[in-house]
């Protein structure tokens, strides 16, 4: 049986020494955030330094035939520091690469860059720039926090699982781009093609970081997300693809574009919302922040579950332990691309 991408970075973390050995501190510093989270941190002066890596490769992440290289530069920096929204840190500065075939192409993907840095705040401190065959940028984002950064990690039995917004509108917007074109997609999902070209910084979770226990972006697509939440914490969790908020735009003409459109807003990615989660007695007042599309199980749910015969999805976790991710209703078709 194939090894999934949560599988082979588990490995990853393991031949690091990560998880064998749960590190608590780094050169002397006290770490923050555990390995296996959107980002890294650890405390140096009184503050939390959060930091985050990401990278766009051309006809991966980006395509030139419906994207301008300026929207291609500001789509990639967005996507990059929402690593560090998700932990409920403001981004203060960004190391950039960048390659590619052709200077002045180069050069525009950066002014892209540059704006959005600019609208959104973040210093750009240096990096790196080499010809090759593709483009490719690449940004190694950082921020300072009063506070503990929030992390994939303190999910614990009842907690209830929410969305920051809207999702499928970014595989709404890529697929009506690849098959009518960017004319027809700004006519008819304006507000999806915007979503997919400047992703959303939800900055709203900074002000209800008090009541945040988990977080982390759902740039692999809700499930996906929700999946990670459980291998990192060995807990299971019940997922509610019937829940998942819907544009007008994505209700309207999702269905003219997929066979299964539940299941592609649900295992999508793309969309970069917030994936939070929060005591059972906040869940009523944090919905106002995002929808409730999960709950973490407790043994005796899961053994519940099990019983009734709910759909699952079985992952390894962190400790090599089996986890469950249940679906009461039917279990979904999985749209979600390997990064490797």
């Known amino acids: ?102 200077s002045r192409v180069i050069e525009k993907i950066g002014d892209g860059v540059i704006a959005c840095a600019d609208k959104i705040g973040v210093k750009l401190i240096g990096g790196d720039i080499s ?16 506070f503990k950064p929030i992390s994939r990690f303190g999910a614990k039995p009842g907690y209830h699982i929410h969305i920051t917004g809207t999702v499928g509108d970014s595989a709404l917007a890529l697929a009506v781009l690849k098959q009518k074109g960017r004319k027809y997609a700004e006519k008819h999902i304006p507000y999806a093609l915007e ?18 226990k988990f977080s982390a972006d759902s740039s692999d697509g809700p499930l996906r997300t929700v999946e990670w939440i459980c291998a990192v914490n060995g807990v299971s969790a019940e ?11 994505f209700l309207r003409y999702a269905p003219l574009f997929f066979r299964d459109p ?13 994936v939070f989660g929060v005591k059972e007695s906040d869940f009523l007042s944090m919905r106002k922040f995002g929808e409730v599309i999960g709950i973490i199980l407790s043994p005796y749910d899961v053994k519940n579950a ?35």
């Open 306 to 340: 099990k019983r009734k015969n709910y759909p699952f999805k079985k992952i390894k976790s962190f400790s090599g332990e089996d986890v469950f991710v249940f679906f009461t209703l039917r279990k979904v078709r999985e749209f979600t691309f390997e990064h490797f």
């Open 131 to 146: 010809k090759s065959d593709i483009y490719s940028l690449s940004f190694f984002v950082g921020g300072f926090s009063s």
């Open 195 to 212: 979503k997919f070209l400047k992703p959303p910084l939800r900055t709203s979770i900074c002000r209800i970081r008090k009541n945040i």
């Open 262 to 274: 539940q299941s592609v807003s649900a295992t999508w990615g793309d969309d970069y919302e917030i």
């Open 239 to 249: 997922f509610f693809p019937e829940r998942m908020p819907f544009s007008d735009e």
């Open 1 to 102: 049986m194939k090894e999934t991408e949560i599988e082979r970075i588990i490995k990853l973390g393991r031949k690091l020494g990560w998880i064998r050995k749960r590190l608590s501190h780094i050169l002397g510093l006290r770490i923050s955030t555990p390995w296996g989270s959107d980002s890294f941190s650890f405390k140096l002066n009184g503050k939390h330094l959060v930091l985050s890596s990401d990278q766009a490769v051309e006809k991966v992440h980006f395509d030139f035939e419906f994207m301008t290289p300026e929207e291609v530069g500001e789509r990639a920096l967005r996507c990059a520091i929402s690593d560090i929204i998700a932990t409920a840190t403001y981004p203060g500065f960004a190391l950039f690469n960048i390659s590619g075939k052709d």
